[in-house]
């Protein structure tokens, strides 16, 4: 089973991708966690919210949450794509979900992810991360500790740097 | 000027480990070429045309003496004797060994100095008016504002990866922008309302580069403590809907233009109704408590034009020129802010050499309270000098040949690296600048031409904002051979205008006889008391152009 970093450990990851859901929907089996992208989402979603297995909701740099908030309720895990590394919307969506729309399922990011983001990357609510494959975990989570100081509030510390000063 | 606390050291002492592990991992092979960039841009080193360039950063251009002799010694230990002022303020070395890179960085944070996003699509060095806190105009001191935006900025970890670079400039003075605050991604000017309340006028979408654009006014009075979640709605709005596909339309400028500045602000209004009144709010008690970390340096009462100065001026007209031009009105009587010319002929404007860097930190120790300014003109500045010592610091300025009177001249060139370093460029720029210098040796002409800017950039990436100098000079590269475009007009002011072109572009051994040819039909045309920018403004470019492909006809 493959692995993914879930709140700073390497876990065992519960959730299969289905890249062409429509094909590979019907040989999955009915209590296989499952993550779709989103227009699937939307087109199929009673059938998808039936099935056994839980649903999560794969969304591009250009997808918004603002146009489906309504459905965040049925979704059980929200993956978000990383096109390339130097490709930042990832971070804005993530805030929007939790500080807006407070969404409280695992937020994991995939694609081109790389240790030295995986700090930005929680800070702004990701929970997990799928690094990319030619990348070694254990090494990576050293990289979470790297900076102690943070000036900025974020999703995980709402107070920024002169608001925690003794 | 704004001591580090126990955090802001900690934090910079941690990043140069951080980096140092990446430079690791990079020469062990754990890192693609690629990978290392995106991380190495974000601290201020490129691969240039001989070796790297890094970029130190000097917020909003404050330095102090032992700042100053720490980048000497960096200059003289890992470089070739010198350094560089950029047009955003900051220094540049331009031969580092990629592998001492992080002992470097070890240097400057033992200083409180560091080279965190110098470079990369992330949030830059602020930029202000140079002469912040002593200019006689001045609604109040921005520095207290930069230094919050810095903290703000640095490692934001929502906007480390954004279409692009992006940049703040800051300017609080009533009279006059000093620095260029409508060609940068957001231009702030601190102003007073009619109630005696301080805030912003929030300018969005200026830049240079292949697309001069000022920039739009999208808020009329942003008060101060909505600062913060005013500029995080902006990021925001430009993170996710910034051009991705192409870095040519990736600025804001470009999205800002697309969408037209009025969608743009009513989407930034909509984004920041979420983040206002939340953390981000600033308190008075936090903007009086960064105020307090820029204390006014201890002035003596003092008399305005001493006995010393005026005799000084009436026995030297060699001093007393310098004075006019390389000194300015300070806000303390008795006191003057003094500039210090970086170009003289020959030298690449804005080059210091170890010895040069030296000696601006013992002058800054002995005549201006310890402190430096650099401008994006390329310049320093001692910012409180006594009116009674300028003789003094005069004898000395020109023993290290600062004291070459030429400040707002034409003279005073901006120039990029260009060619001679730039792995960018198209073209030199050094070689032009110092051409026209030769071609304007003669001071007498120099000053009756008067006010002017003159900048020179060697690609279209106008790193010395050709665009917006009076005079603009921009290498081309037309197959294989280098070209100059000459445009008129510029001007970085509060009246921001980009430059228009002359015509086709010139020979590089033309350059210098078309800006005289410029120059000279300026004089003749020129009504008593009109800047070369006014005449433009008045004449139009219809006679410039006709005189100057006149002659070469």
């Not at chain 2, 006995?307 to 303390?332: C, E, G, P, V």
């Amino acid at each position: 089973m493959p692995k993914i970093i879930k709140n700073r450990e390497i876990i065992d990851d519960q959730w299969t991708t289905l890249a062409e859901p429509e094909q590979e929907l019907e040989t999955t089996p009915e209590s296989t966690n499952i993550i779709v992208n989103l227009a699937y989402w939307l087109e199929n979603k009673e059938a998808l919210t039936a099935r056994k297995g839980k649903v999560g909701v794969l969304l591009l740099g250009s997808d918004e949450p603002e146009t489906f908030q309504e459905e965040l309720k049925h979704i059980d895990l929200i993956a978000v794509d990383f096109p390339k590394f130097g490709d930042g919307r990832g971070y804005s969506i993530s805030r929007i979900l939790r500080e807006r729309f407070n969404f409280t399922h695992e937020i994991r990011a995939v694609g081109d992810v790389l240790r030295d983001q995986l700090r930005f990357m929680e800070r702004c609510g990701f929970d997990a991360y799928a690094l990319r494959a030619d990348k070694d975990m254990n090494e990576a989570l050293a990289s979470f500790a790297s900076l102690s100081v943070e000036y900025q509030s974020d999703v995980l510390e709402k107070r920024p740097i002169y608001a925690r000063r003794p | 000027m704004y001591a580090y606390k126990e955090y802001d050291q900690l934090l910079l002492n941690e990043r140069v480990e951080q980096f140092r592990d990446q430079t690791q991992r990079f020469f062990k092979g754990e890192l693609s070429e690629e990978e290392f960039l995106i991380l190495r841009l974000q601290n201020g080193l490129y691969v240039q045309r001989h070796a790297p360039l890094l970029r130190v950063a000097v917020p909003y251009g404050m330095l102090n003496s032992t700042q100053v002799r720490k980048l000497a010694h960096i200059a003289k230990t890992y470089d070739k004797g010198y350094a560089h002022i950029s047009t955003r303020q900051n220094v540049q070395f331009n031969w580092p060994k990629m592998a001492d890179v992080p002992d470097i960085l070890a240097e400057l944070a033992s200083v409180q100095m560091h080279a965190v996003q110098t470079s990369g699509n992330c949030i830059r060095n602020t930029t202000i008016d140079q002469f912040a806190g002593v200019a006689v105009n001045e609604v109040a001191d921005p520095r207290p504002y930069c230094e919050i935006i810095r903290q703000w900025s640095t490692f934001h970890p929502e906007f480390a990866f954004l279409p692009r670079k992006f940049k703040i400039a800051v300017s609080a003075a009533t009279d006059e922008d000093r620095a260029a605050i409508r060609f940068n991604d957001i231009g702030l000017r601190l102003v007073e309302n009619a109630a005696g309340e301080i805030g912003f006028n929030v300018f969005v979408g200026g830049g240079l580069g292949r697309t001069p654009i000022a920039g739009s006014l999208i808020n009329e009075f942003l008060p101060p403590k909505h600062l913060l979640s005013y500029l995080e709605a902006v990021l925001r709005v430009y993170n996710r809907y910034g051009r991705r596909d192409n870095k040519y339309k990736a600025r804001i400028k470009i999205l800002v233009k697309a969408l037209t500045p009025d969608v743009f602000r009513d989407k930034v209004a909509e984004e920041w109704k979420h983040l206002v009144n939340t953390a981000l709010d600033l308190p008075d008690a936090e903007v009086k408590q960064m105020q307090e970390c820029f204390p006014e340096p201890a002035y003596e009462a003092l008399e305005d034009n001493p006995a010393a100065l005026m005799s000084a001026k009436k026995d030297s007209s060699a001093f007393s020129i310098w004075y006019r031009q390389n000194t300015d009105n300070h806000k303390k009587s008795g006191y003057r802010i003094v500039t210090l010319s970086l170009k003289p002929i020959s030298v690449a404007p804005g080059d210091v050499t170890t010895d040069q860097l030296i000696a601006i930190a013992d002058m800054a120790d002995q005549y201006s309270f310890g402190e430096v300014r650099t401008t994006h003109n390329q310049n320093v500045v001692l910012a409180d000098v006594k009116q009674e010592l300028l003789y003094e610091l005069w004898e000395k300025l020109k023993s290290f040949d600062f004291a070459t009177a030429n400040i707002h001249t034409i003279n005073d060139i901006i120039c990029c690296p260009g060619g001679d370093f730039c792995a960018l460029a198209n073209a030199k720029s050094i070689p032009i600048a110092e051409q026209i210098q030769r071609k304007f040796d003669d001071y007498d002409y120099v000053y009756d031409i008067g006010e002017i800017s003159l900048n020179i950039s060697g690609c279209m990436n106008a790193c010395s904002h050709h665009h917006i100098g009076n005079i603009g000079v921009l290498g081309v590269d037309k197959k294989g051979k280098e070209f100059y475009q000459v445009s008129l007009g510029g001007d970085s002011g509060f009246d921001a205008a980009v430059g228009k072109i002359i015509g086709p572009s010139f020979k590089e051994e033309e350059v210098a006889n078309v800006i005289e040819t410029i120059i000279k039909f300026y004089i003749d045309q020129r009504i008593e008391g009109e800047t070369f920018l006014m005449t433009y403004q008045r004449i139009g470019m219809a006679p410039f152009k006709e005189k100057v492909y006149a002659k070469n006809n």
